[in-house]
């Protein structure tokens, strides 16, 4: 296995302009939630042999180290349930003490993170992901399909004491968690966590009919206005994230709106899956196969492989969502390509 991550490599950058210096890595197709609006209760897991092990996904992501990406986030399913999982992360945390990495983070659900709090730290993660849709019991319920979430109050609690930093990603939900928004913001940002507000995205097949679920963000944001002054930010991350400061508070809120905004002219990302397929656009359906390039052909033929996939990342999504269309727009789930 390579370990270099000399700069000998040309940076990537698609027919837009855009260099791709962020790479969001699916580690796992598996989880111990079943959100309703991200994966069917009897969810079908990919067969082991289709997954990348982690020397390869380390190859691949210390490919993409050396054409210039600059932050790399592990995600899934759900990351910390994949098996030597810390192994991997303490490896690209070296890159990270090495400068060849300006940040490694994770999104994750929070289940497991009491438990991998320290090593994480340990290995220099600063920030993390994680997504929460409601303090209540029930409701948590409901929504995951599991009764975890104390599992998840603690893992936060463990990761805040090791001095990371939290965001919370929270999915706007019609008549679910609508209603228990403002609570949720005002407890994330009395407890230092930012929080995110992401509005559904027709990905995968689920047993929910996504339209009853739909929120515009728009409308929240709205309602929020109502009660709070929300100042906007300058700050972008090359992702879709608007972010807002809520003066009251004194935290910030971000809103994630694919649906009722286009966020693509910055887009700086590309998405390897657990199985080595390279999506260059979380809506459109181009991949490269990076898992055969490397098992079929060797890892020297990675690097022109990935400049022809980079050329042919598309200028945009085309996300709508739709009353009877039950077919997703996207037929791959969000925790297939990792979100
Ligand atoms: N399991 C981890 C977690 O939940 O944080 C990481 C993977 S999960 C797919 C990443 C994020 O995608 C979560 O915040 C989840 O709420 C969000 N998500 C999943 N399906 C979605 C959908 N159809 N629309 C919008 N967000 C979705
Ligand atoms: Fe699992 Fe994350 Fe999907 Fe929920 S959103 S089912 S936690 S992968």
Known sequence: MTNSTERTDTPLIDAFGRQITYVRVSVTDRCDLRCNYCMPEKMRFLPRKDLLTLEELEQLIMTFIGRGARRVRLTGGEPLVRKGIDTLIARLGEQVASGALEEITLTTNGTQLARHARSLAQAGIKRLNVSLDTLDP????????????????????????????????????KDVNEDELPDMIAWAHGRGHDMTLIEIMPMGAVDADRYDQYLPLSQVRNNLEK????????????????????????????????????????????????????????????????????????????????????????????FTIRRQSQKPAVPRTMSATGG
């Open 138 to 173: 029930h409701k948590f319920h409901e929504i995951t399909r599991r009764d975890a979430l104390l599992d998840v109050l603690r893992g936060i609690d463990a990761a805040q004491a090791e001095g990371i930093r939290i965001k919370l990603n929270t999915v706007a939900l």
């Open 227 to 318: 009660h709070w002054t929300l100042q906007p930010l300058s700050m972008r991350t090359g992702g879709p994230a608007r972010y807002v400061e809520v003066e009251e508070t004194g935290g910030r809120l971000g809103f994630i709106t694919p649906l009722t905004q286009n966020f693509c002219d910055g887009c700086n990302r590309v998405r390897l899956t657990c199985t080595g397929q390279l999506y260059m656009c979380l809506g459109q359906e181009d991949r490269c196969d990076l898992r055969a390039v490397l098992r079929e052909q060797g890892p020297e033929a990675i690097a022109s492989a990935l400049d022809k996939a980079i050329a042919q990342k598309p200028k945009g999504h085309d």
